[in-house]
């Protein structure tokens, strides 16, 4: 599906009201822990945002995925979108976004252009409240990821990623977590859940709106 019109219809869906918790608790981890989820503002948590990249691959369409590094952290070794933390320099959320994503996988800030936003999500491992964004980019990247931050770039085509198919389940242990039904996204072999999954959940009901 060509870029243009993922563009138009995202831009059309997102006119209504956010799917939300909805949305997200699709893809979430059973028995469902609203502590390790919660969908209220927390007091103390750290503020971060991610960004869902859309750009023309192939004559469609394609986002990027990157996978973390190993490291003694609630997050290693898990795929997720380019985003982290906000700075106290960084005018506001979306900038955060934008600013880490060209930080991790070194593409030119200036050719993204935001279009939207997805609810945010509290994340209790690592204390972070993350505020995804929507944005596009109307040339092919040349991706330069950072090595300390990123071990690799996953570039999924958008009519995969929609594809049903590809959302499965299975049993995983997590960080004192000894068994959980996990729904994930299997994308070029690696299983992409948690916080991940559950925003790109309510991506995928703002997408199926008719």
Known sequence: M??????KRLERNLQQPLPGKEGQLIMAPRPLDHARFSYEKKDGARKG????LFYPREGGSAVPFIKRPVYTGAHSGQV???????EESDPG????????TEEEIGIDKSKIQVFGELSDLFIEPSNFLV????????????????????TRIIECDFSYLIDKNI????????RNVPKMDVPYFDI????VWGATA?????????WERI
């Open 49 to 52: 945002a991610v960004l869902i």
């Open 198 to 206: 559950m925003m790109l959940s309510e991506l995928m009901t703002i």
């Open 131 to 150: 505020s995804p964004y929507l944005g596009f980019m109307e040339e092919i990247p040349d991706f330069q990821p950072d090595p300390r931050e990123v």
């Open 2 to 7: 060509k870029l243009a019109d993922v563009i």
């Open 188 to 191: 070029d072999q690696e299983i």
């Open 167 to 174: 959302r499965k389940r299975k049993m995983m242990e997590a």
């Open 93 to 100: 959320l979306e900038y955060t976004a934008i600013r880490e």
């Open 80 to 86: 997720s979108f380019p985003g982290g933390k906000w």
